[in-house]
């Protein structure tokens, strides 16, 4: 961001206040472009940089009575992270062994995890919620109690359809992590272990939905995908 900021060619103090022109415009492509061609570079480099592709779950892949909730499937995962996570398959047995679980995010947090998978960030100035169980990637049995840590954010571009909203990721876990009984909550050293498959944003007031309904639908969804890819092989 401060290479970017260093080439902008505008009157401002700082980064933030581009920011806060950004949120209150009603004319988004308009109000990048005057901030120079280099906003426009690295707007198209995000854009365009990402190997993965991301759907709205539709037909058969959307799961019943989620009102409030919009449902994304990422159909595929950028290569490396795909070929990591199989390799962890099938060293815990195959994909009959793995299970669905739920980390709860912010919306500003989403896009560096779709490039690059979760992440451990307990230790480093990315961490939010500490650590108390030990350092690695932490996620729930059940939506609720992941939905507690997924915080809204305060400030969107003001014709945005997401606003004050919460992101839960559905995600196939491989293997084995370190679970907490007493809360149904693994701690996940190995990002490898962990693929991210479907993405739902809540709405404001939306309610988090119960895993009995919605684990075995996103395991469903997965197969569903799994076996589009090998008729086309």
């Given at each position: 961001?401060?290479?970017?900021?260093?080439?902008?060619?505008?009157?401002?103090?700082?980064?933030?206040?581009?920011?806060?022109?950004v949120f209150s415009t009603n004319d988004l492509a308009r109000t990048v472009q005057s901030f120079g061609k280099h906003?426009?570079?690295?707007?198209?480099?995000?854009?365009?940089?990402?190997?993965?592709?991301?759907?709205?779950?539709?037909?058969?892949?959307?799961?019943?009575?989620?009102?409030?909730?919009?449902?994304?499937?990422?159909?595929?995962?950028?290569?490396?992270?795909?070929?990591?996570?199989?390799?962890?398959?099938?060293?815990?047995?195959?994909?009959?062994?793995?299970?669905?679980?739920?980390?709860?995010?912010?919306?500003?947090?989403?896009?560096?995890?779709?490039?690059?998978?979760?992440?451990?960030?307990?230790?480093?100035?990315?961490?939010?919620?500490?650590?108390?169980?030990?350092?690695?990637?932490y996620a729930a049995n059940e939506p609720s109690y992941a939905l507690q840590y997924a915080h809204q954010l305060d400030?969107?571009?003001?014709?945005?359809?997401?606003?004050?909203?919460?992101?839960?990721?559905?995600?196939?876990?491989?293997?084995?992590?370190?679970?907490?009984?007493?809360?149904?909550?693994?701690?996940?050293?190995?990002?490898?272990?962990?693929?991210?498959?479907?993405?739902?944003?809540?709405?404001?007031?939306?309610?988090?939905?119960?895993?009995?309904?919605?684990?075995?639908?996103?395991?469903?969804?997965?197969?569903?995908?799994?076996?589009?890819?090998?008729?086309?092989?």
């Amino acid at each position: 961001m401060q290479l970017v900021w260093e080439h902008v060619d505008r009157d401002a103090d700082s980064p933030n206040d581009l920011f806060a022109e950004v949120f209150s415009t009603n004319d988004l492509a308009r109000t990048v472009q005057s901030f120079g061609k280099h906003c426009e570079d690295i707007l198209s480099w995000a854009c365009f940089t990402y190997r993965g592709y991301l759907m709205p779950a539709t037909g058969q892949l959307r799961i019943l009575n989620m009102p409030k909730i919009h449902q994304f499937v990422l159909a595929n995962a950028s290569p490396d992270l795909e070929s990591r996570f199989e390799a962890e398959v099938q060293a815990s047995g195959g994909h009959d062994t793995t299970r669905i679980v739920f980390h709860g995010t912010r919306f500003d947090r989403l896009y560096p995890i779709l490039q690059q998978g979760l992440q451990v960030c307990s230790g480093t100035n990315l961490e939010i919620h500490g650590a108390i169980s030990g350092n690695g990637i932490y996620a729930a049995n059940e939506p609720s109690y992941a939905l507690q840590y997924a915080h809204q954010l305060d400030h969107a571009w003001r014709n945005s359809k997401f606003k004050k909203v919460r992101v839960l990721l559905g995600v196939e876990l491989a293997g084995t992590g370190n679970l907490l009984t007493n809360r149904g909550v693994w701690v996940v050293s190995n990002p490898d272990r962990l693929m991210v498959r479907y993405i739902f944003v809540l709405e404001e007031g939306a309610n988090a939905p119960l895993a009995m309904h919605i684990a075995q639908p996103i395991m469903s969804g997965i197969s569903m995908l799994k076996a589009a890819k090998n008729a086309k092989k």
